[in-house]
């Protein structure tokens, strides 16, 4: 089944430490998506990446870092710098035509906090 | 640039009971609307779209129009489950950009 996977579910990091969030797709989708999910915030964008070997910062892309090296993986790194990184984390992928009305595509999540 | 306004939840319904969320937008040209799903735990999943004005999307019984009217896509069922409690997202492509603006979420719980 083509899909998006997320790795860990679950992750637990000190204060501190850099961690790195996997997603991969086998959907062929150009384009990849982080967002940020806090409550009673909606989801907010932290990068996307619309081509391998390119990527772009959303609205909130300080103290994070990723990169695309392949076109099925988009890995997000949660460096120390991000103040309050306690979050639920999903990734997504497009077609290129999102702006003409194709679906993005979520994984199920990856839930990261910070002892 | 484009941006979304859905009423804040939580709503409360009893099974059976009539749904109505709210969603506006503002919007450069007629962009393609949607409603995205998340059921607990998990992540979002499309719910349903509409591609230009005037038009509908349906989904698992549930509706919105595209209206230009009155710049909204409100989203409607006439019966809901249990099963459709979940958090609500309307959304709309950010202007230009492969980038899409979510609504903040309404969250919908039905009791039995």
């Known amino acids: 089944d083509g899909g998006i996977t997320q790795s860990p579910k679950y992750l637990f990091r000190k204060e501190g430490q850099n961690v790195t969030l996997s997603c991969e797709q086998n959907l062929n989708h150009d384009a990849m998506y982080w967002y940020r999910q806090d409550p009673g915030q909606g989801l907010r964008l932290i990068y996307y990446?619309?081509?391998?070997?390119?990527?772009q910062k959303g609205d909130i892309a300080e103290g994070y870092s990723v990169s695309r090296e392949k076109k099925e993986s988009f890995p997000l790194t949660v460096t120390s710098a991000q103040k309050n990184p306690t979050a639920f984390y999903l990734c997504?992928?497009?077609?290129?035509?999102?702006?003409?009305?194709?679906?993005?595509?979520f994984g199920p999540g990856t839930r990261l906090t910070v002892l | 640039g484009n941006s979304v306004t859905q009423m804040e939840g939580p709503v409360t319904l009893s099974e059976e009971a009539f749904l109505t969320i709210n969603c506006t937008y503002t919007a450069t040209g007629y962009p393609s609307l949607f409603w995205y799903v998340q059921y607990p735990g998990e992540g979002l999943q499309l719910l349903l779209k509409?591609?230009?004005?005037?038009d509908k999307g349906s989904n698992k019984g549930f509706e919105a129009t595209y209206r230009k009217e009155t710049t909204s896509f409100h989203l409607e069922k006439g019966s809901v489950q249990v099963s459709d409690s979940a958090v609500y997202f309307c959304?709309?492509?950010?202007?230009?950009?492969?980038?899409?603006?979510f609504g903040t979420g309404t969250k919908l719980q039905v009791i039995p």
């Open positions: 990446s619309q081509i391998v070997n390119d990527f």
């Open positions: 997504a992928s497009s077609t290129r035509e999102v702006a003409g009305g194709d679906t993005q595509y």
């Open positions: 509409a591609t230009k004005a005037d």
């Open positions: 959304a709309l492509p950010s202007g230009g950009y492969q980038k899409v603006t």
